[in-house]
């Protein structure tokens, strides 16, 4: 099957990585749904490196206009992929953000945060293959950015909530780090084997700050 593809001028204006719209009625939603859920049967078993949209077209038995319709290019498909994991996770982090009330809880919200993001990943090969995937494509890295963004503006209320009097220079720094941090750490330890993953993970829960306040009065 040949893969048709738009014009250049067009595939330029769609060039941003996002669907071209949300269908909003029941047909054009299940076909938005069947695309995804091919394209996830996809990068499972071949990469998202290796996804096509002409293998989509094929599997999800659509046509190339009917694809196009909603996603100009795999990057979009991919992106949406990934929005849709990054929301899982961040209930999570809210979740645990909010049951912190003192330092000691923070610590142990931190490491949960850190053990059900690894956790997740590890149980979805789709979305640790489109992680990876996001730190090569320039599209992709901003959703990670704003992903990872979210992510700090969630600690950095809890550290404002539980130290009000410390100004926002001194407690949004660290919550970035912090957040990075913990990415970092499940990045590395989804490139291991599921015994190495597991000991480092471990071992960057006992390297968390047990004395939060003490490091961000050190680094003021």
Not at 1 to 30: L, V
Not at 93 to 113: F, G, K, M, P, Y
């Amino acid at each position: 099957m040949d893969e048709k593809m738009p014009s250049r001028r067009k595939r330029a204006a769609d060039n941003t990585g996002q669907p071209r719209r949300i269908p909003s009625q029941q047909r054009g939603r299940e076909r938005f749904e069947r695309i995804l859920a091919v394209a996830a049967e996809l990068i499972e078993s071949k990469g998202s490196d290796a996804l096509k949209m002409s293998e989509i077209v094929e599997k999800a038995d659509l046509s190339f206009g009917a694809l196009y319709q909603y996603f100009p290019d795999k990057s979009s498909i991919i992106r949406t992929l990934a929005e849709r994991f990054n929301e899982q996770g961040r209930r999570c982090v809210e979740d645990e953000l909010s049951r912190v009330s003192d330092a000691a809880s923070l610590h142990r919200a931190l490491a949960n945060i850190t053990d059900e993001y690894y956790q997740f990943f590890r149980r979805e090969p789709v979305m640790r293959d489109i992680w990876h995937a996001t730190q090569a494509d320039r599209l992709l890295r901003a959703v990670d950015a704003e992903d990872m963004e979210f992510h700090a503006q969630a600690l950095f209320a809890v550290l404002a909530r539980l130290w009000p009097a410390r100004p926002t220079g001194e407690l949004l720094p660290p919550a970035r780090l912090l957040m990075q941090l913990l990415a970092a750490a499940v990045r590395y330890a989804i490139s291991l084997d599921e015994d190495e993953g597991d000991r480092a993970i471990t071992l960057y829960k006992r390297m968390l700050p047990a004395d939060i306040e003490g490091l961000i009065s050190s680094a003021s």
